[in-house]
């Protein structure tokens, strides 16, 4: 490949890395900030409109950087640390796949908790929901920097 070709494809990665982690840790402090100032069907609402949204910009951006990452490290050799870092993307991949059916599922049962509030069962179905939610938010962005530190270690 060229180097204007490779320059190319360095400039998308860093744009499409961006967006992904920039994205991410947006989202983070936009969910900390609803949770804390919007009542909870309103807070419904915009958490299935904001995932909704930044699913089209997250995915996409992901996969291209996952792809151009790819490009780039194509001549490496299958050592130890392009082997951790595939496995990570591999995991990260998987884990976003979760959290969409996961935050698929938490609407439906946030939905069912508004129509009854006083049904505990399903109160604590939330509450667990939430947690396991919080542990996959965490999982996901580790995940993302420890693919950005290893990219930078493949760099070099």
């Known amino acids: 490949m060229s180097a204007t070709a490779e320059a190319m494809v360095l400039a998308v990665f860093i744009v499409a890395t961006s967006i ?10 936009v969910a900390r900030t609803a949770s804390a100032t919007l009542d909870p069907a309103v807070r419904v609402a915009f958490f299935r409109s904001l995932g909704r949204a930044y699913f089209w910009v997250g995915l996409p951006a992901l996969i291209i950087a996952l792809v151009t990452g790819g490009v780039l490290a194509r001549d490496l050799p ?12 591999v995991v ?22 508004l129509e009854s509030p006083d049904d ?37």
């Open 92 to 113: 990260l991949l998987v884990s976003f796949a979760v959290a969409v059916v996961q935050a698929r599922r938490m609407t439906r049962l946030r939905r069912r908790l």
């Open 78 to 89: 299958w050592d130890g640390l392009l082997i951790a870092t595939v496995t990570i993307a």
């Open 120 to 156: 505990e069962e399903v109160a604590e179905q939330v509450r667990r929901g939430s947690r396991a939610a919080a542990g996959l938010r965490a999982l996901l962005g580790l995940l993302s920097l420890a693919l950005v530190v290893l990219g930078a270690f493949l760099a070099v």
């Open 20 to 29: 992904w982690v920039g994205g991410y840790s947006a989202i983070v402090v």
